[in-house]
């Protein structure tokens, strides 16, 4: 079997999708797993949310958009069982100069093809908007997780989504399914059970049983540059992405007994395979 590459995305902003990209990839990491994050949101939020600091970074993946000969290692950070090819504001830049790039939105896909040999799993972060960059994940991804907040206003955006997601599919990516919708943010309160079951009605066994609740310590983990299992393991954030890890190999076929507690003395991801020195 193939690596797997999972994006996950929304286009509705502050639903927990880079606290799910990231805590999840290193939820998978711990089950023996080799993954790969891919952050292709211009804030770098991810890459920071694991511990790197953006001014020093050399290459990331806006370079490996625009140049097709830079070799993919270069952009690469390594980690225990987890690594990490960042992005940084100039990410931004480049999604405007992807209008007048040949395949632009096919370039990521390409670049992520030889790696499927080497990493058990692939999660991408997504921007929270349309766009060459949202399209260029949905083009390399075989599945989509879907974060969705327990307000309100939860579901209002998901039509337009999968609309995306359609199109894609009948253009240059139809293998392209969504995996599940995740309830995220999720509090005791009437709204959050009302969401869940609206979830559940319109697409039934593709909702993911486990919700992450809202909880203080995956709001305090990526400001300190920390995963949940780096910053409070036992935590019900950890537990809450521990079964979201099982939930997703389940389901890729992947079953595997999953670990009940971190491994202690985790690595971060660290310096990229060939930085130079940044003295």
Do not use: W
């Amino acid at each position: 079997m193939k690596c797997p590459i999972i994006a996950v995305t929304n286009q509705k902003g502050g639903v927990g999708k880079t606290t799910t990209a990231i805590n999840l990839a290193q939820a998978l990491a711990l089950q023996d797993l080799k993954v790969l994050l891919v952050d292709l949101d211009p804030q770098g939020n991810a890459t920071q949310g694991v511990g790197i600091r953006l001014e020093t970074i050399q290459n990331s993946v806006s370079e490996l958009i625009r140049d097709r000969t830079l070799p993919v290692d270069s952009a690469i950070h390594q980690g225990e069982n987890l690594d990490l090819i960042p992005a940084t504001p100039l990410l931004s830049r480049v999604e405007r100069e992807m209008v007048a790039l040949t395949n632009s939105e096919l370039r990521l896909a390409q670049r992520l093809v030889p790696l499927r040999e080497r990493y058990g799993l692939i999660v991408i972060d997504t921007p929270p908007t349309f766009g060459p960059l949202m399209n260029s994940a949905l083009n390399a991804a075989d599945r989509l997780i879907v974060p969705v907040d327990s307000g309100y206003f939860a579901l209002m955006g998901i039509k337009e989504l999968l609309v995306e997601v359609e199109e894609i599919q009948r253009g240059t990516n139809p293998g392209l399914q969504v995996m599940g919708y995740l309830l995220t943010l999720v509090d005791p309160t009437n709204i959050a059970n009302q969401t869940f079951e609206t979830l559940l009605a319109n697409f039934g066994s593709r909702v993911f049983e486990t919700k992450i609740r809202r909880s203080v310590k995956l709001r305090e983990a990526p400001a300190l540059g920390k995963t949940i299992f780096h910053h409070s393991p036992e935590s019900v954030g950890a537990r809450d992405y521990l079964g979201l890890a099982e939930e997703v190999l389940t389901r890729l076929g992947m079953g595997c007994a999953i670990v009940d507690a971190p491994r202690p003395n985790l690595a971060l991801v660290s310096g990229s395979r060939m930085a130079v020195s940044h003295e």
